[in-house]
């Protein structure tokens, strides 16, 4: 027992100092490449081995025969692990150029490219993780794209509908001005009408940008979505009279909800607006509410024909107008009466609204008209 603890005495001292040696060429390489960091580590364990068992041998007084073995051994325990070791970090410097050429294609048009060299397990974790963020990279720039772009044709559609009636109401003034006017009181209903629809887009405009500025504030409580249904329709009676529209409820379901009244009532109002005026006269516009697991649907659904299939996506976007079926026709009659002010922002707000409720806004096309569906969370019991 006194002899082994004399040999582990002397192992430890010539396996310390040589740790004692190699640990400061370690710390001196820590900045330089991985490659050379596990040579030196290699290296400094041969080392350590090797006086460790110098040590032994010493103390042991070994023949000339027997030292010489031991040596011998030694030399090829060290030539394998120094081989072992650098191709080990030639692997592993092979594995982070491949993976640091690949990270070049982060965030570009065609998308993260894996390395074709076999990675290790960390390397192969890096590289799904780049993976990962070049996908939301993509996703955020589709969605930028997507905003500038609706950003532009709502500019182009407020351009034109600001010029049309500020240009007639120009005319109109300059004719009463002038007193030409056959019927001023006809020029001044008009024009009347035209300011209305203005401050109705204005009054979308701010409603929009207080929207996408998270600075909507919701008053919250519990009401029924029959009464909800009940409130929007007496709203668009006249308008949909007016246009030969029938309206009629569906399966209204007396679920409660938790929302803000007001505020889901204008979107409401905004989808049978819309609605009303994409569908042609003697059409029908039905609006249903149903409770699907822990969300209560309502739905409005109308006689526009349907919404072409690569429109779907774009329906709720900022500015979008779509095919001639769905672009509301000029009534001035309807001025102040919520819905689309024209500029292509109503469906917008509605996606707002309803996402401030966290909720989902959606539209699918059915036999002879679409359907757009509002899912709202269910209160807890």
Do not use: K
Request: charged share 20%.
């Amino acid at each position: 027992m006194n002899d082994l603890l004399l040999i582990a005495v002397f192992a430890a001292l010539g396996a310390g100092g040589a740790g004692l040696l190699g640990w400061p060429a370690v710390r001196l390489l820590r900045r330089r490449s991985v490659a050379l960091s596990l040579f030196c580590v290699a290296v400094v364990t041969v080392l350590a081995v090797t006086s460790g068992t110098f040590a032994v041998a010493e103390a042991m007084f070994l023949s000339p025969h027997d030292l010489g073995v031991v040596i011998t051994v030694l030399g090829m325990a060290a030539v394998v692990s120094l081989v072992t070791a650098a191709l080990l970090g030639r692997q592993v410097v092979a594995g982070s150029r491949a993976l640091a050429l690949a990270a070049r294609t982060v965030g570009t048009d065609a998308g993260f490219t894996a390395p074709a060299h076999p990675l290790g397990a960390e390397f192969a974790d890096l590289s799904a993780e780049l993976a990962a963020t070049s996908a939301r990279l993509a996703e955020s720039r589709a969605r930028e794209q997507a905003l500038d772009r609706s950003r532009r044709e709502l500019i182009a559609w407020i351009s034109h509908d600001l010029r049309t009636p500020l240009a007639g109401m120009r005319a109109m003034a300059e004719a009463l001005e002038d007193g030409v006017a056959d019927e001023p009181e006809r020029y001044l209903t008009r024009i009347r009408t035209e300011v209305e629809r203005l401050t109705g887009m204005v009054d979308d405009l701010f409603e929009l940008s207080r929207i996408q500025a998270g600075a909507l504030s919701l008053s919250l409580s519990r009401v029924s979505v029959y009464d909800l249904v009940d409130d929007a329709l007496a709203g668009a009676h006249p308008l949909a009279r007016r246009r030969g529209v029938r309206l009629e409820s569906h399966r209204v379901a007396s679920e409660p909800v938790e929302v803000d009244s007001r505020e889901i009532t204008r979107v409401l109002g905004n989808l049978l607006v819309n609605a009303i005026r994409a569908t042609p006269e003697d059409g029908l516009v039905t609006v249903a509410a149903r409770r699907e697991a822990d969300e209560v649907v309502l739905s409005v659904t109308d006689g526009c024909g349907g919404i072409p299939e690569p429109d779907l996506a774009r329906v709720f976007e900022t500015g979008w107008r779509g095919a001639t079926a769905r672009t509301p026709r000029r009534d001035p009659g309807t001025a102040g009466e919520g819905g689309d002010s024209g500029a292509g922002l109503g469906l917008a707000i509605v996606r707002g609204i309803v996402e401030a409720h966290a909720g989902r806004a959606r539209v699918h096309n059915v036999a002879g008209g679409c359907c757009f569906e509002i899912a709202l969370p269910a209160p807890r019991s």
